[in-house]
């Protein structure tokens, strides 16, 4: 962390944004997550909400469902709070489940962004609300301190760290733990946590950022930490989004543009065009939901397994694109497979990528312990991603057989060439290096 500069400061703000308006960020801030907000305004009818959800026909959800809906499955969603009495999360929000270490406020949500992000994983869409990917998986809410948090010093005082909330949730039942946030730094507290909840064999998720226009867009934690997911945005026609960041912590891509979503604490209506990586995180989740629901047994090596090896793309499963990952998610195509081989529960499938068996390392180091997650029945450990060791100019031309900046993205029979925009020379990270 910068000399002088508090970390709160540093800590990116999620909530889209009207515009005009920006993103209070320090220095290298990654920026706003879900953010990037274009001709916001409220939404029209509350019924059109889930017309204007475009990925949920492309993606196939009513046949996924017929499936499996992540019944069973928990999501930890840390973030600004989570609203748990829209007309969407009636009855979808665990908040007694929220441990009372970091319960402060969990279900009142200060900018609408973590009530947006609850609805996306396991909205019903009752009333005219965002319909879910996974409607029958249950929230479990976490409030931190991001940027729009007012009240003073009393009130972000009461308010949990990103830390403490992970920790706190790596000792519950919750399967999934969703992030939408971002800081600058990698902060060691933060990846102590992220650790520990590996090692408790949490399927950790996160968004990449949304400085993808920007020269030499800036790392976001904890999406670039090991044993983290981190997921980027594309849109409609399958184009990954011009904000997106890109580098090699990127995993996946899902759908992160255009559509709804709550936009201020008000809760009057839902706004258009909420466009960000957060909302790409929620749906990851949602899928990695689905997936679990289907496959209960299943231990976090094998879901994720599962997602890298139906995800859309057309390079080398080993060679991830700095700008789509392992591909876009497809659920589909396990939930369409009852003989879906997920590979062995015990070995991390990314292992190359995270530095080896987390918990053979833990089992040496200093990490805290804990009574173990009943989502942890196996040793496993959630995924993350290798170095490209490369660089590359966002929206070159696309002429090798081994390109990342192009690919035939198939969200359900839906095919559609990907295009990576956005101005300036991106350049590889070397990932988790230690």
Known sequence: MKSGISRRAERATLHGKRSGRRARAVGAAVGALVATTVGFAPSAAADDVQSKQWYLGPMQAEQMWKASTGKGVKVAVIDTGVKADTSSLKGQVLADETPKSVAYHATVDYSGHGTTMAELIAGTGAGGGLKGLAPGAKIVPYRIELDDLKGGAAEKKKTPEPEEAIRAAADTDAKIISMSFGESAPMPKLEEAIKYAASKGKLLIAAVGNEGEKAGDSIGYPAAFSYVVGVAASDESGTVSRFSSSGSYVDFAAPGQ?????????????????????????????????????????????????????????????????????????????????????????????????????????????????????????????????????????????????????????????????????????????????
Request: glycine fraction near 10%; hydrophobic fraction near 35%.
């Open 258 to 434: 255009d559509f709804p979503g709550w936009c201020d604490a008000s809760f009057r209506s839902y706004c258009d065009d909420m466009n960000g990586t957060s909302s790409a995180a929620a749906i990851t989740s949602a899928s990695a939901a689905l997936i679990w629901s289907a496959h209960p047994d299943w231990t976090v090596n094998q879901v994720t397994r599962a997602l890298v090896d139906t995800a859309g793309r057309k390079w080398a499963k080993n060679d991830p694109s700095r700008y789509l990952g392992y591909g876009t998610i497809r659920p589909r195509l396990v939930l369409a497979n009852p003989r879906f081989n997920p590979g062995p529960a015990n070995v991390d499938p990314l292992a190359k990528w995270n530095g080896g068996d987390l918990l053979a390392k833990s089992a040496t180091s200093s990490t805290p312990s804990s009574s173990p997650s009943s989502s942890a029945s196996t040793p496993s450990q959630a995924p993350e991603k290798g170095s490209t060791g490369a660089t590359s100019a966002a929206g070159s031309s696309a002429e090798s057989s081994n390109d990342d900046n192009t690919l035939w993205v198939v969200l359900g029979a839906v095919a559609a060439v990907v295009v990576v925009g956005g101005g300036g020379v991106a350049v590889a990270r070397a990932r988790r290096a230690r």
